[in-house]
């Protein structure tokens, strides 16, 4: 007899044990999952059984569990007489009892429509199609009631956006940083303009056209109503006026210290001010196409996970987990985490108050054991938040060597904040979210608010740029280049970090802020934050169509 493996979880439910199955490559068909876990030794059970597959076969099948009990019930020696039970021989099931509900089956599979907090429905973002799956669709035949594993063959993620910190705090390295930005974004921008640099406008005569890129160094408003900005370029400094009665005035309310952008305009008569005509972002192009799979897959996108929170709601994402295992989830062959997979420990005053685990290591072991819930077959793609312990200054380098060893499961993908994870074919921009207060703090109401937190994640792609000012809430790392920018326009971007659920397309990129695992928090309450939690946002990435799952 082969020695018996060790199993991560005990197989006492029908998950536990497709999700094994599975892992050792096999199909099984839903009443062979339920009679295995019906074992008094479940483990025993589908041991015997797969002694009596056929090399050749990767489906078990009834029949093999039934050959394997009676096969070792005959032999005395083998002490698993009576070991499966159909449901027809099971007492519980007594005529006129109502049918027992599977418990591989969530509670949570009714595709819902995302809620602001307020119990009223949110209304889907302009573009964004929502909408539920086909299982059967894509090749695969799944079984009903349990999950088909994916073909490793077919699937491919691969993730950029690592980093090895090389900074070291000089003044030379922010410069170095900054002098970046400023060069890889003007490059964005100096067709739109006839450029020239700010000590060339200098010396230009009064009234003629001149462009300019520049960084923002200053705004401010004029005694009459106007608007004074202030760009940078590596030579200098230029003052460009807004008038207020401009159809473009309203963009100075986007502006940003330190991003980049470019103005057309007339010098004033004496050349020391440019009056502005056009303002332009480095922006994603309006023609914009994005890319998609070959094939029907979905990817499931989720963040701050919060283990170790007294409000972290285990409930709904076993609820998520067990949907993960059912046929209707079959075409969900990816997950991916933005950022806060615990609730860490000294990230805000008197948190030590509402954490349910207290040492940070033991919060990372915890959410281990929550991800071995996942399927196996499900490839998983992580980046840190700022309740993880790496440095809070972006952009976060990956988990290091000692927290990776604690998060084995599904042997996942972990990179940087932030960092591009193209999914077959689909570059998916994967970003926490910190510098979203930021955003949401400076712009109006009606252009960034905490409640539909797609609108600032609107900004950052405006602004090609998911932390564009330095010096405020969000820490900037000074570093040999800018991690930060956002070079090439991507096909989805996902955020966390706001704890609001929000999603649309701004031209053409899928933009989602997932909302989060976590309960309300008296810190939250304190803060009149309402989270939107235990949603599940699901994108089929052959045709960027988005299904939002609740189970909460």
Known sequence: MRAREQWSVPLERPVHVANELARRGYNADPEAVTLIAGCPDPELALERSLETV???????????VHDAVDTRARSPDEMVRGAVTTAADDPADTPGDPPREDPSVSGG??????????????????GVSEGSHTPSEGGRSPSEGGRTPADPAQQSVAVSGDIQSTGTGEYSDFVAVFRDRYEKLSKKLRSR??????????????????GLVGMVSDIRSTASGHWLVE???TNGTFPCLVMKDREFADLVDELLLDEVIAVEGTLA??????????????????????????????????SDVHVGSDEFMADAWNRFADWLHTAEADPVEYLLIAGDMVEGVGVYPDQDKELSIVDIYEQYEAFSEHLKAVPGDIEIVMIPGNHDAVR??????????????????????????????????????????????EVIAELPDEKATYDDPHLPMYQLLKKRHVAPQF??????????????????????????????????????????????????????????????????????????????????
């Open 54 to 64: 056929p090399d050749d076969a990767v489906k078990l099948g009834p029949e093999h």
């Open 109 to 126: 599979t009714t595709t819902a429509e995302p809620t602001n907090g307020s119990g009223d429905s949110a209304v889907e973002t302009k």
């Open 193 to 210: 303009v006839n450029h020239r640099p700010t000590d060339a406008i200098q010396s230009m005569p009064g009234g003629s056209d001149a």
């Open 231 to 233: 760009l940078e370029d």
């Open 269 to 302: 008569d004496d050349g020391g001010i440019l009056f502005v005509d056009s303002f332009h972002f480095p922006d994603i192009p309006r023609t914009h196409n994005p890319s998609t799979a070959d094939r029907h897959v979905e990817a499931a996108l989720i």
């Open 392 to 437: 809070l200054a972006e952009p976060q380098p990956a988990f290091d060597e000692e927290l990776r060893d604690i998060m084995t499961a599904h042997d996942a993908e972990i990179s940087a904040n932030p960092s591009i994870a193209t999914v077959e074919g689909v570059d998916v921009l994967m970003y926490h979210g910190v510098s979203l207060d």
């Open 471 to 552: 010096g405020g809430q969000t820490r900037i790392a000074p570093e040999e280049e800018d991690h930060l920018i956002i070079e090439e326009a991507p096909d989805i971007f996902h955020a966390g970090h706001v704890h609001k659920l929000g999603y649309g397309k701004y031209h053409n990129v899928l933009t989602i802020n997932s909302g989060c695992w976590q309960a309300q928090t008296p810190f939250q309450e304190r803060m009149n934050i309402d989270p939107d939690s235990g949603f599940a946002p699901i994108v089929r990435l052959d045709t960027l169509e988005l299904t939002v799952r609740n189970f909460e």
